[in-house]
Every structure is written in C-alpha cells, then in structure tokens.
C-alpha cells in the first residue's frame, strides 16, 4: 500500500467543514462558552449521564478582550462588554444583575448574600466530577492504591474506585467568596475581567487547593486504616488542556494564600512566597500580567525576574546592599528556570535567604520544565527551596508518567534531605487531577492533515492558505488571520519569513502585516512583536516552538505546522494556541512532504483522537486503515526526533547530507535560477575584489615610490 496516496486521500476525507470557518471564528469576538454547562440550579438527574454529550451553554458571560493589553482587534469592545452582562443571569441575581453593579460592588455584596449552591451530597459530587471528565488520584505511597497495589491481584477495576477522591468542585466563583472567603478585591477583580463561570480544571483544582486536603482525603472504602492528613494543602500535579484556564487555578489560591500568611505572620510580608516557573520569557510576562490583574488591589505583588535583579531577603538590610542593582521587594516572582537559575549560580548568602521564605512553586508548563533542556536548572531551584512547608503543583497539558515519577522522586528526596536536619518536615499529599483525555488536542479545533509532497509543495500550500482569493485546493479553505506558522529551527523561520515577506498586497499593509518571533531576536523585538499580535497589525506570525506553549493570543484563528511538530505533545500545545477557553472555528493545518512520512504517525493519532472526541461521522476524518499504514518509529527514534527534529532541517544535517538539506531549503525558486543567481553574485564579488585589489596596488605603488635615483 503507498502511503503517499493514502495520506492524500484522508485530507479530502477532512475536507468537508471547510465551510464552517466562515461563520465561527475564534477571532469572531465574544467566545460561546468557558466550557462548563451550568449545574449549580439543575436538577441532579438532568446531570448524572456519563454518556450524554455536553450542552455548551451560549448565554454565559465570559473575558472581556479589552482585559489583554491591546486586543483591540477581536470585535468591538463596547459590545462585547455590554453583552456580557446583559448575558449573566446564570451567575447574577435578577436585581443584581437589573441593576448591573460594578464589579467591586458586586464582589462585596456576593459576601452577604446567602449561598445559591447548597452543600451537595456525595453521589452529587462524583456525578459532577464524572460529567466534566475529571479524574482525582491520590498518589501518595500511603494512600488507598499503593495499599491495594500492595495487597496484590484485586482485579483492575477495584485499584482504581479506591484511589480516587472526590472532592466537592467549584461551580460558580461566587462560592470563592463564600466558601474560602478569598479577598473582596479579587473577587472583584475575578468579576470585573468577566470570568463568572468557572473552566473544568478551575472547578476541579481550586477546591484541591484552597480546601484542607483532611476534607477530601477521605480514606476510600475498605482502606479504613490510612492515617489522616493533617497537613497544609497538597502537592498538585494537574494536566488539563490546553487553554482551559490553567493560569488562573493555580493563580486565585497563590494570591489567597499568601494574603492569608501575611495576616498571620507579619515577617512573611517582606520576603518572597512564590515563585511560578514557565519555559519562556513571553510566558512568564502572560503569567505576571494576569496575575496582577487578580491580584490588583490585594496588596500581593507580582513580579517578572529580570536580569540582574535581586530579591529581598526579608532581613533589614545589610551594609553594603546599596551597590549593585536595586532589590526587589515581590510576593510572587515569576520567570524561566535559565534566569533564577543563574541568579542562584552566583549566590552569595543574601541569594540564598531571599528564597527561604517561598512555599509555593508552580511549574508552568512542567514537562517541559522536567524534561532535559530545563530539568537540570528546574530541580537546581526546587532542591534550593529550603522552607519545609513547600507546597508544589505542577500543570501542562500534557504529561508523561516519567515526569510524574520524577516529581514524586523530587518530592521525597528534598523531604528526606530536609529532614535529615530538622527531622519536623511533614509529608503532604500527592494528589493528580486529570481533566478530561489525557495528553490529547482539543477537539474544538477542526485539524487538517495536507500532503505536500517537496518543501516547494510545502510553500504553495501555505500560499494557499494565505491568499483569500485561493480557490480551496488541498489546503482546504484558506485561513482568515491572524494565524500563527510553526517551523522546526530558527533558520527556517527566518527562510520562511523572508519568503512571504512581499505576500501581502501593499494595500493590506504589506510587509508590516508578517512578522517572525524566535529567541535569537533581542528581548525588546520580542515584546513589541507580541504585542503587535496581539493588537491585531500582524496578521501573520511566523514562529519556533518558543511560542507553542502556553502563550495565549485569544482570537488566533489558526496554526499552521509548516514544519511536522516533532512529537505528540508538541502538536498539543502547538494546535492549542487557538480554539482557547473553548472557542470554537479554529482551524489546525498540518503540511507534510515525502520527507515527513515517517515522522506522521504521532501526529495522526493525536488527530484521530481529537476527531473521535468531537464525534465525526464515520466516514469523516482520519480512517484507522490510514493509521495502520503510517510507520510507527521506535522509542530511540522518537527520542531522537523529538531531541533534534528531523536532520535535514537542522545545521548538523547540513553538514552530513547537503543534498537532502539542499531539498529541504524553504525557497520557491528553481534549481537553475538559484544556481545562475549565485554565479552571478559570486562573479559582482570576484570583480569587487579585483577591483580592490587593483586599487590596493596603485596607492601602493605610490607610496612605495622611493624618488629618483
Ligand atoms: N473561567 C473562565 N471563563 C472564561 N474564560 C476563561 C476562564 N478562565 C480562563 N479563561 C480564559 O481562557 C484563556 C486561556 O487561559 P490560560 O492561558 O490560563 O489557559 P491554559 O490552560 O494555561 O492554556 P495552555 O495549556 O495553553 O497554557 C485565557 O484567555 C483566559 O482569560
């Protein structure tokens, strides 16, 4: 069976929703819904059924674009605020919401009305966590599934009733006031961005973290003996995907948190509580910026780390402080493993107190912090936390086995290490939330396998996609912008970059409206290219991976992998830059040449299980014959792909195999013209050179003329 001709066909087979990307678009404005149907009012055996697909609710209120600096493009702003709160009943009182209070007010007045949602019985619980697909597991060696592991064979289905918790989730973020009494202004601050409804992992996760665990860890039947928790909140590890609204889980319980320590203890208030680590510079800026959002108003600071600065230590200051940079007075410092790495590198004592006031860490983004390019600098910082109340909680979207372990391990040896000292360090428990299918791409998005064939195929279709007028050839529908590309190298990007650079008519904006973003430009471009997306004046953004995580542009209306995403969690987090916070009409294209076949297995069973999740008609989307017929690589492969990518896009196999390098160059010229270009440059700097010369021996014959004899 030829699998070119295969591949071929299953990108007709996915053709057919090419329409509806004109009436759905996540740049359209407002999106449906922030993927929860409403539960608080419904009665439970409306919301019992596993199996019962799950209602969008269309009428919920939801995040303001005008909260984002400069996402000014994704329809009109007025608008779209007006209709967010004429569209709240489901959250608002009726006179509440007649009299549509500020949201400060309104936060204030959430405190003193009585409780909407009632406490719910146990067989509640489990439905609702069951109907939202989430998952809670306690890992720790002492709960109830290491005990059955230990007890040997119970039958598959026993080990996992026993391990799960169940805790009681968080419908409406009123109840953050309610339940946890979290600061008046964040709550305000939570109303006013427009956020009314809580996301799945924000229902799932909160109550983890702003509960006692001793209120959900509950020893499951048949473990009565497992000793109770009494310890202060739990090491979390959370996959959920991606654009769920991770960033504001696990940044409510931060602020909360630490505006209680600050109440109880006075000395905390001058030193850092937090550090939330992220894999880049455009991620850590997302973070602080939401975070001071919430946190507006509450006192807690929230801190990018910069080159050269220096965090207080919570002391009173020392002789000799005023040289050097300024210190830094923040709760919560968020920034790369590179950068807090080297700051503990070149620690002097003053480094090393700064941070033993920090009992919270938050890896953003966590396999890819634990995975070889960070893990060395990620575990040099959590093994240098030295509070014993550290609490760690470890989100992504994707999240292999080998990164849980290794966080368990972490865990249990910076206890036993600390411990070795002060022998009172308590163990916290492990606790695992899974929302909805592991490691998979949201199904939201409409993905599109397209067959190139050559690197030149590769480049007309993505012309394709670019031109409005392009009748829908194999591409599919052309894309509407902004929409992001995706290389596999910087040099590409670059290639790519200055090969649609003209691609845009002049009339449209022109060059102005392509842009490239990769980590060799100098910090300043970086920002300035963000927000130019951002605002809406780049249409077009061609990228590395340095952007495929976590960064959130909330209207993109489309990824496109010019270059194949080298493992399955790369296209997850690459294709989740659109379809965010449940948006709909994203569209995900991925094109391939002769040269990829190889590599395309993990990228079709992500799509097949993105397009089984959304329910495609048999017949539609990737056919499982097609999936049998792509080669599955080894395990030393996979890593080897996944490490260097594939070898003829990259320097090294530049210099091992020019020819296959030479056909993997991105340009639309033909051989020859190439060929007669570069001779006729080389012959202008031959005659350049010549003339050089030329010149270099006159001027020299002057000066070496010694008069007559
Ligand atoms: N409860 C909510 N209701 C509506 N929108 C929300 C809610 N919570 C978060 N959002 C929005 O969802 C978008 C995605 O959030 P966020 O960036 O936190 O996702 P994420 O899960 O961290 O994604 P990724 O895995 O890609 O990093 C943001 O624009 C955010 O404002």
């Known amino acids: ?59 919920v209120p939801s995040v303001s674009d005008d909260q984002l600096t400069g996402l000014d493009f994704f329809a009109g702003h ?44 146990s067989e509640e619980i489990r439905a609702i966590l069951k109907q939202h697909k989430l998952k809670v597991t306690w890992l720790n060696p002492s709960s109830p599934q290491e005990k059955v592991k230990r007890k040997g064979k119970e039958g598959s289905k026993a080990k996992t009733e026993k391990s799960q918790l169940h805790p009681q989730p968080l419908c409406s973020f009123r109840e953050l006031g309610e339940r946890y009494a979290i600061p008046k202004r964040m709550a305000a601050n939570i109303h006013d961005q427009g956020y009314a ?52 889980a696990f940044m409510i319980p931060l602020v909360h948190k630490i505006s209680q320590e600050r109440r109880t203890d006075e000395t905390l208030a001058r030193m850092t509580s937090a550090i939330v680590l992220a894999p880049t510079k455009e991620l850590a800026g997302q973070i602080v910026n939401e975070g001071r959002k919430l946190a507006s108003g509450t006192k807690i600071k929230v801190t990018q780390l910069r080159k050269g600065m220096r965090l207080a230590s919570g002391g009173t200051q020392q002789a000799g402080d005023e040289a050097g940079p300024p210190i830094v007075k923040t709760d919560i410092i968020v920034g790369t493993p590179g950068l807090l790495h080297n700051m503990l590198e070149e620690e002097d004592e003053l480094k090393q107190m700064s941070l033993k006031g920090v009992r919270h860490l938050v890896l953003d983004e966590a396999d890819v912090l634990l995975d070889p390019l960070f893990r060395e600098q990620t575990l040099a910082i959590w093994n240098s936390l030295s509070n014993p109340d550290l609490r760690v909680s470890l989100w992504s979207a994707t999240m292999g086995s080998n990164i849980e372990e290794l966080a368990r391990s972490t865990i249990h040896t910076r206890r036993d290490a600390l411990g070795a000292g002060s022998g009172d360090v308590q163990e916290a428990p492990l606790v695992r939330l899974v929302v909805g299918l592991k490691d998979s791409a949201v ?38 912008p902004p929409f992001l590309v995706f290389t596999q190298t910087i040099e590409r990007a670059i290639a790519l970059h200055s ?66 995403p080298t493992s399955s969690a790369a296209y997850v987090h690459r294709v989740g830059r659109t ?129 007559f004899d």
Not at 79 to 99: F, G, H, L, N, Y
Not at 200 to 210: H, K, N, R
Not at 445 to 473: D, F, I, N
């Open 443 to 480: 199904p939201n998005v409409e993905h599109r396998l397209v067959y190139a064939a050559t690197e030149q195929g590769k480049l007309m279709g993505l012309r394709q996609l670019l031109h409005p007028a392009a009748s829908s050839g194999d591409t599919g529908a052309p894309l509407l």
């Open 1 to 59: 069976m030829d699998p070119l001709r295969l591949l071929s066909r299953s990108a007709k087979a996915t053709r057919k929703t090419d329409k509806k990307q004109n009436q759905s678009t996540p740049s359209a404005g407002q999106r449906a819904q922030p993927q929860l149907p409403p539960i608080v009012n419904q009665p439970l055996d409306n919301r019992t059924t596993a199996s019962r697909k799950r209602k969008r609710v269309q009428d």
């Open 197 to 248: 409804t809580p996301t799945e992992v924000q229902l799932g996760a909160l109550p983890l973290l702003l509960d006692s665990p001793s209120l959900y860890l509950q020893p499951a039947a048949g473990a009565a003996d497992v000793p109770p928790h009494n310890s202060d909140g739990v090491d979390l590890l959370t996959v959920a995907p991606t654009g769920s609204g991770k960033t504001l």
């Open 579 to 707: 379809g965010r916070a449940g948006r709909e009409g994203g569209v995900a294209v991925t094109l391939y040449s002769k040269e990829d076949i190889p590599y395309l297995k993990h990228v079709a069973t992500v799509v097949a299980m993105a397009q089984k999740q959304k329910g495609t008609s048999s017949g539609e989307g990737m056919q499982q014959w097609l999936l049998d017929a792509l080669p599955t690589l080894s395990k030393p492969e996979k890593q080897k792909l996944k490490k260097r990518g594939i070898e003829s896009r990259t320097k090294r196999g530049k210099e091992a195999d020019p020819k296959s390098a030479r056909r993997a160059r991105i340009s639309s010229k033909a051989g020859f013209i190439r060929k007669s270009e570069n001779n006729r440059r080389s012959a202008i700097l031959g005659s350049q050179r010549r003339q050089q010369a030329d010149l270099a021996n006159d001027a020299g014959d002057e000066t070496d003329f010694g008069g």
């Open 78 to 121: 007025g608008a779209t605020r007006m209709r967010v709160k004429a569209s709240a009943p489901a959250q608002i009182s009726d006179s509440e919401s007649s009299k549509k209070v500020a949201g400060s007010q309104h936060a204030e007045d959430a405190r003193d009305t009585p409780l909407t949602t009632k406490t719910i019985s």
């Open 499 to 564: 090969e649609l650079l003209y691609d845009i008519p002049a009339e449209a904006g022109g060059i102005s409206r392509i842009a490239v973003l990769h980590s060799d430009l100098s910090d300043t471009v970086r920002e300035s290219v963000m927000t130019r997306f951002r605002k809406g004046d780049i249409w077009v953004l061609i990228t590395t991976d340095l952007l495929s995580r976590g960064v959130d542009f909330r209207g993109v209306n489309g990824v496109v992998n010019y270059d194949i």
